[in-house]
């Protein structure tokens, strides 16, 4: 008799958690949760697989408070959670930013002697270095030091190190999983370079490129890009070109991040011959130059013939200019003192749709001034407000410099007492120009 009830009592057990599987599959929650209640009001204990079918159910949908009452519940009844219980409701909180509750049922696993495993660990690291809680993050990893992290638990240390510009942090991480024999991914590995090269440390994100090479892992284009981008930036033009060559060597396509890094780099050198070949290999190789590699162009070539020609190669390239465009080529023009032109140009923005800024304007101002057409330079400033626009320190500093230069000391004078009462404050170069202004 007895074994025949216990038969029948393992097969309600079953049947009970076959139903709430299939309601849960079919998205009726509420259905499911019921089941539990009449498990309970007909004396049949639910066992493990009916508290994690469910807790995780209402993980799926987001309902944790929900999920957190049932784990609570089973103090209740005979059945202690397991580490699978335990990680479901953990990597719920976890998901759901919760994570300070999340430890908290971590500590409590550990109280019941139940050992986290690497899924509780990664979840919960997972989410500190999401939050950029990183000492709450290391603090953790010690404690359970009985887990051995996996390449998912580094990358996510590495990546938190990296948004919050702990760069030392992040080259210690990568040398403790080079100790414990830890292979990374090449995402990892970009993460890791990247944060060297944004600490200046480019020796080091070399050597990093190197010891994975000789592992077998290959580094991507990103990869490259950002060592490419500070080799660039600080100067290292032979490294540069030798990583470039390398990474054709390679067989790594450059993109249009690689050649805007060059050319970027190659125009703050004053090597526009060179970066406009490069810009003429970028063009061969179909990749198509996108805006910021003009604007570098345009930026450092200070001559407004070839900035003109650069436009039109962006037009003929179906790149759309944007101000910031037109304002490096009006400063070319503007002071080239060929103001019929800025004008041309400034109708040119007007007809394709690109708002002026007060930028745009002050260059104006600026060119009039530099050509002693104070009226005409007055008068921009004048319709300024027309347009939306109220003058800034630099604008009205650009003003007052063209003042000074015509020796017109009242008019001077009369902008700063404008300015001020705008609640705009002279700087340095304002004061500057008046005090070269007294000495006439």
């Known amino acids: 008799m007895n074994g025949a009830g ?11 958690n076959s139903l709430i599987h299939g309601l849960r599959a079919e998205g009726k929650q509420e259905e499911a949760t019921s089941i ?16 994690s079918t469910l807790i995780n159910a209402f993980i799926k949908e987001g309902k944790t408070k929900d999920a957190v009452a049932l784990f609570d519940s089973m103090s209740q009844t005979d059945i202690k959670p397991n580490v699978v ?7 719920g909180l976890c998901k759901s930013g919760e994570w300070r509750l ?76 080079m100790e414990e024999g830890i292979m990374l991914d090449v995402v990892t590995l970009s993460s890791i370079i990247d944060a060297c090269c944004k600490q200046g440390r480019t020796k080091e994100a070399l050597s990093i490129m ?37 990474m054709m060597e390679e067989g790594i396509m450059p993109d249009a991040v690689t050649f805007s890094s060059l050319i970027d780099a190659l125009c703050k050198n004053k090597g526009i011959k060179e970066a406009l070949t490069i810009l003429k290999l970028m ?8 805006i910021i590699t003009h604007n570098s162009l345009l930026c450092h070539s200070r001559q407004w013939r070839e900035a003109t020609k650069l ?70 400033f004048n319709s300024l407000e027309t347009m939306g626009l109220l003058p800034d320190l630099v604008c009205y500093t650009i003003l007052i410099q063209g003042y000074v230069k015509c020796n017109r000391i009242n008019d001077a004078f ?27």
């Open 6 to 16: 216990a038969g029948w009592f393992k097969t309600s057990v079953a049947s009970y």
């Open 36 to 51: 539990l209640t009449d498990m309970i009001n007909m004396g049949i204990s639910p066992d493990e697989y009916t508290f």
């Open 85 to 91: 219980i335990y990680n479901s409701l953990v990597c």
């Open 102 to 177: 999340a430890r908290e049922y971590v500590e409590n696993m550990i109280d019941y002697g139940i050992l986290p495993n690497l899924l509780t660990l990664s979840s919960m690291i997972n989410a500190l270095c999401k939050e950029g809680q990183m000492t709450e993050a290391i603090h953790l990893k010690k404690v359970m030091h009985f887990v051995k992290p996996d390449v998912v638990t580094y990358t996510s240390l590495i990546h938190g190190f990296c948004h919050s510009g702990q760069w030392g942090e992040v080259v210690s991480l990568f040398n403790e999983m």
């Open 210 to 246: 190197e010891q994975m090479n000789e592992r077998g892992l290959k580094p991507n284009v990103i990869t490259y890009n950002s060592l490419l981008n500070e080799l660039c930036h600080s100067g290292q033009w032979e490294e540069a070109t030798s990583l470039f060559n390398k």
């Open 283 to 290: 063009t061969a190789r179909i990749l198509e130059p996108n």
């Open 311 to 380: 436009l039109d190669r962006m037009v003929n390239h179906d790149i759309l200019p944007d101000v910031v465009t037109f304002n490096i080529l009006l400063d070319a023009i503007c002071r080239n003192g060929m103001m019929s032109k800025a004008h041309e140009i400034l109708d040119m923005l007007t007809h394709i749709g690109v708002k002026p800024n007060l930028i745009t304007f002050s260059l104006i101002i600026h060119g009039y001034c530099l050509q002693g057409e104070m009226k005409k330079a007055v008068d921009i």
């Open 414 to 440: 009369r902008l700063v007492r404008e300015m001020t009462k705008m609640g705009i404050m002279p700087d340095v170069i304002t004061c500057k120009a008046l005090h070269s202004l007294k000495r006439l």
